[in-house]
């Protein structure tokens, strides 16, 4: 699955956004948004599944029960260059629930999940997470195993959701925005919401199958009359490029590593997502 938004569903049980039966799917540039269900309200993941996501936004989905973003039913999942930001859920696992198996994350952000964020079941078969190069709110301690379970803390984490500003609202706009400087089209963002610019810039995994996607940043921001060039020169908020000028190394979220450039999601002006 490459390339797609799900977006604005509803389950009345498992998986309001996706449900993974028995299989092994990989998904790449994909947006996973206010979605709804009882148990996973952006993903559910049951017994057997083992998707991989790449590249991917997990945000503001709600489970009326357990696992806002991600619910983890003895499966298994891999989280590379993943954002997870601003789910939540009435009881417990506002980003994450896991009720046996295990998740391995690397150059990925876990924030926004409230107190209760990364949740490991009480009872029944034990979970297992694995930890490299990423940004977790509340760091080792935002992990509650329930002494159900283990967590590796491997190397290169940060503590907090640092790849997220502290008063974004996680907004995800539904289509696209053309950058004329580029020019192409970009999947676009509230302004102040999810930044490019962020805390875990240059802080991912350093290997250099990771390396960023050498790439123009493009911020959608309000431009004055002197500068708005693209708007008639009228005020407006407008996308600008921005030459990347940090390493080549890692940027931890759904923008960094290889395919990290996947905003850019039209070639016609024009054209839109939905």
């Known amino acids: 699955m490459d390339l797609v938004k799900v977006r604005s569903n509803t389950a009345s049980t498992f998986g309001g956004g996706i449900y993974f039966g028995n299989s092994g799917p990989t998904l790449s540039r994909v947006v996973v948004e206010y979605n709804e269900a009882k148990d996973g309200g952006g993903l559910y993941l049951s017994a057997f599944a083992s998707p991989n996501l790449v590249n991917t936004v997990v945000g503001n989905n709600i489970a009326s029960n357990e696992g806002g973003g991600i619910y983890l039913n003895n499966a298994q999942t891999d989280l590379v260059n993943v954002t997870v930001a601003d789910d939540s859920a009435f009881t417990y696992g506002g980003s994450m629930f896991m009720k046996g198996g295990t998740v391995k994350t690397r150059n990925s952000i876990i924030t926004g999940g409230g107190s209760d964020a990364i949740w490991f079941s009480k009872s029944g078969v034990s979970s297992s997470m694995i930890v490299h190069y990423s940004s ?139």
Request: proline share 5%.
């Open 136 to 274: 977790v709110q509340g760091g080792l301690e935002g992990i509650e195993n329930n002494s159900n379970g283990t967590v590796d803390w491997g190397e290169g984490n940060l503590s907090g959701g640092g790849g997220v500003n502290a008063d974004e609202t996680s907004e995800i706009l539904g289509g696209g925005n053309y950058c004329h400087n580029c020019p192409r089209w970009f999947l676009v963002f509230e302004p102040d919401a999810f930044s490019f610019g962020a805390g875990g810039n240059d802080k991912g995994d350093p290997s250099s199958q990771y390396n960023d996607e050498e790439n123009l940043w493009c911020h959608y921001v309000w431009a004055t009359e002197a500068v708005s060039i693209w708007n008639n020169g009228n005020p407006g908020y407008q996308m600008i490029a921005v030459p990347d000028t940090l390493t080549e190394r890692n940027d931890m979220g759904a923008f960094g590593g290889p395919n990290g450039s996947w905003g850019i999601i039209h070639a016609t002006p024009g054209s839109d997502w939905e």
